[in-house]
């Protein structure tokens, strides 16, 4: 019986993309993609329904399978909805990344994405440096979601304390989070990982999305 992770395996090929890519898009990292079409975890409601508008197909194909919504002569009844809004989110500003994957400056920007998301506070930063390559691409976006859940395996946008507002910004994946700290993975392997605690944090906010240049709305 097919299940969900061959679905999404099937899809992804079928629209010329490799994990890595799905992942980027997304904004989890390569592995939750492996471990989702190999079977060992399964995708929230609200990733299923982000990689149904990537991917070009339904949730509810996705999810319980059937003929796909672009399929000719198709009799199957009518996908289910996305209900996560598309958004007008706001590009706030370009962010450069330097060693680690630092964010040393940041400069007002313009534009915006529209992307679903239930997060009315959900903003975008435009992306600049080759440090988080080949995971995160120059010129790309980040959506941050602030009133988003902090999951294991996907990438968080860290702001740590400092003088002028001027602390330590960095994209990570999350490993770990707990009541004392939270237990980071560079996007770079070579720099590995990294435990921050709390009080050092100025917040921590899931990346809800990496998209690609040609989705910016001027």
Not at 5 to 22: F, V
Not at 68 to 79: L, W
Not at 101 to 127: M, N, V
């Amino acid at each position: 019986m097919n299940s969900i992770g061959s679905r999404i395996t099937a899809a992804r090929e079928a629209r010329g993309l490799n994990q890595s890519e799905l992942a980027r898009q997304l904004g989890v990292t390569p592995q939750a993609v492996q471990k989702w079409e190999a079977g060992e975890t399964e995708p929230r409601r609200k990733r299923v329904e982000e990689m149904a508008v990537i991917l070009g197909t339904s949730a509810e194909h996705l999810l319980i399978g059937g003929s796909r919504p672009d399929a000719e002569h198709s009799n199957v009844g009518q996908p289910i909805p996305i209900t996560s809004p598309f958004r007008q989110i706001p590009i706030v500003g370009t962010a450069q990344l330097g060693a680690e994957g630092y964010w040393t400056a940041l400069s007002p920007s313009e534009g915006h994405i529209k992307f679903p998301t239930q997060d009315k506070e959900a903003y975008a930063l435009r992306l600049r440096g080759d440090s988080m390559s080949p995971a995160i691409r120059s010129g790309w976006v980040a959506i941050i979601e602030p009133n988003g859940d902090l999951v294991p395996g996907e990438y968080v946008y860290i702001k740590l304390h400092g003088v002028h507002d001027e602390g330590e910004s960095m994209v990570k994946e999350l490993l770990r989070a707990d009541d004392y700290e939270v237990s980071l993975m560079s996007i770079n392997d070579a720099f590995g990982r990294r435990s921050i605690p709390w009080e050092q944090i100025q917040h921590c906010y899931p990346v809800g999305a990496i998209v690609p240049p040609s989705k910016i709305v001027q």
